[in-house]
Structure formats: structure tokens, C-alpha cells
């Protein structure tokens, strides 16, 4: 924490771009006014931040690259919040009934420097590409995704072999990152009149991703949900067939079952029925 203490602007920013992704969190899981709320915080935050910054600036300097990143984040914000508004069956009558934003007194700090705008936390920048294309999918979502190669190898396991289904995750993973490569083509291929577009672009591919691994959790846990009434009724089977004393014969007997299950009756592995 020290270090944070020794650069209050850096601790701003990260908590600002927080709080835009716990929106992104609270959009994706369909929690419309909340998100709305936490959005307007975030909007908040970074509007002050860049009131606190162009205050001490001269009259002729111009912002910052990073400035102009925080107002691209502030402006797909403020687009997303019109969009929510609009919804069908949303409100704006109750928004007092959502957590209140910090007091705008914690953001007021000194100039911004464009070094602390970049946060870690944030996918690294690769070679020719813009960090502002990807700087709102956070790294525990990037972590997860294949590599290119281990993507292309995934292909190419799921295309010749059949005897194995790919489980709900794994899929999941796979469409995400080819998501991410199309995304990061179709942005070095932007008309430069388009750049404006890349944070709400970047902002509508994250909260994809997080849907997408959402269903796959969900399709997972019903899965084994499933697997694990399918065993209670192998054991119980078990049980019948065997002798109190016979604990070997039952366990192989289960097995067995769960093994033909597995590769006779559901030829799809972790398919649901």
C-alpha cells in the first residue's frame, strides 16, 4: 500500500476503471439498475479526475493520451447508461435505492501523468497493438483464454476427434479467444476516423466474454449436478446387487456403470441432456 500512498493520481485511476468493471459485472448478470448506478459512479469518478487535470493545465496544452483514454472510457459510459435507460420495464424513480458513489472529494488530486494512466492489472501491450483495445478485459479473463497456438491446436483436436466433446469451459475459452483475435483484427483494420469507437467496441467484447464463461459455468454445474445424482443411483444400484461386505465389488460395480454411461449411453461427453 505504500506505494499507492506515494501516487494518489495512480490509486484514482484504477479505482475509477473498477468500478466501470464491476458495471460491466453487474450489466452482463442482467442487474440493469444497479449496473446503471455503479455506471454513473464510474462516470463520476472520471469526469472528476479530468476536471482535476485540465485545471492545471495551461491554457494552450492539450490532454494527455492517456487523458483522451479516460474521456473514451467516460464517453462509452455515459452511451451505456443511455442504452439502459431506455430498456424496456427500467425506471429511473428507484435509482436512489442503489449504493451511493464515493464523495467526489476523493478524486480530487493533482495533474495527471500519462505514465500512471496505463495501470497495471491491464493485458499487456503486444507488438503493433493498441492498448486501448483490450485495457477493459481484465487479466484473470485473459489468463484463461488459450494461446493462438493452443487455440489453433484446439481446432484442430475438436475437429478430427470425435470420441472426445469438448466440455462447456473449454468451449467457452475457445470461442472467447477467437472473439479476441477477431476483435484485435478488426481493430487494426479501423478507419482512423473509427478509433473513437475502440473502448465501447472493447467494453461490448468483455461483457461477452463474461457471459459467455457465465453460461459455461452454469452448463458445467448442471452437469456435474447431473453426474452426481447419476452416481447416488449407480451406488444405490450397488447396494441392491452386493452384500454389505462385498465394498470392492460395489465400487468396481459403480464404476463400471459410470464407465459405459460415460461411453455407451452419452457417445457426447459432456453433452446435457
Not at 479516460?70 to 452511451?79: P, T
Not at 492489472?121 to 494461446?147: C, F, S
Amino acid at each position: 500500500m505504500a506505494g499507492y500512498t506515494e501516487d494518489p493520481w495512480k490509486l484514482r485511476v484504477l479505482d475509477a476503471k473498477q468500478r466501470v468493471r464491476r458495471a460491466q459485472v453487474l450489466d452482463v448478470e442482467g442487474n440493469d439498475r444497479e449496473a446503471f448506478c455503479t455506471y454513473l459512479g464510474g462516470i463520476a469518478c472520471l469526469a472528476q479526475l479530468l476536471e482535476n487535470a485540465t485545471r492545471v493545465k495551461d491554457s494552450k496544452e492539450r490532454l494527455t493520451h492517456g487523458e483522451e483514454q479516460l474521456l473514451q472510457i467516460l464517453e462509452s459510459c455515459v452511451e451505456r447508461v443511455k442504452t439502459l435507460a431506455t430498456q424496456p420495464g427500467f425506471s429511473t424513480t428507484h435509482v436512489n435505492t442503489c449504493r451511493p458513489p464515493a464523495s467526489a472529494n476523493q478524486y480530487s488530486g493533482s495533474r495527471v501523468d500519462n505514465e500512471h494512466v496505463g495501470a497495471e492489472n491491464y493485458p499487456p501491450a503486444t507488438p503493433g497493438e493498441d492498448n486501448l483495445v483490450l485495457m477493459l478485459i481484465p487479466h484473470d479473463l485473459m489468463a484463461t483464454l488459450p494461446t493462438p497456438d493452443e487455440f489453433k491446436g484446439s481446432l484442430q483436436l475438436h475437429a478430427t476427434c470425435s470420441a472426445r466433446e469438448l466440455g462447456p469451459m473449454d468451449k467457452a475459452k475457445l470461442e472467447n479467444r477467437r472473439l479476441a483475435d477477431l476483435f484485435k483484427k478488426r481493430m487494426s483494420s479501423l478507419e482512423p476516423k473509427y478509433h473513437g469507437q475502440q473502448t465501447s467496441l472493447s467494453l461490448g467484447l468483455h461483457r461477452k466474454m463474461m457471459e459467455n464463461e457465465r453460461i459455461a459455468k452454469a452448463h458445467e454445474d448442471a452437469i456435474k449436478k447431473k453426474r452426481a445424482e447419476q452416481r447416488l443411483s449407480f451406488q444405490q444400484l450397488a447396494d441392491r446387487k452386493f452384500a454389505a461386505s462385498e465394498q470392492e465389488e460395489k465400487a468396481f460395480y459403480t464404476n463400471v456403470l459410470e464407465y459405459q454411461q460415460e461411453n455407451v449411453s452419452m457417445p457426447c461427453r459432456m453433452t446435457a441432456c
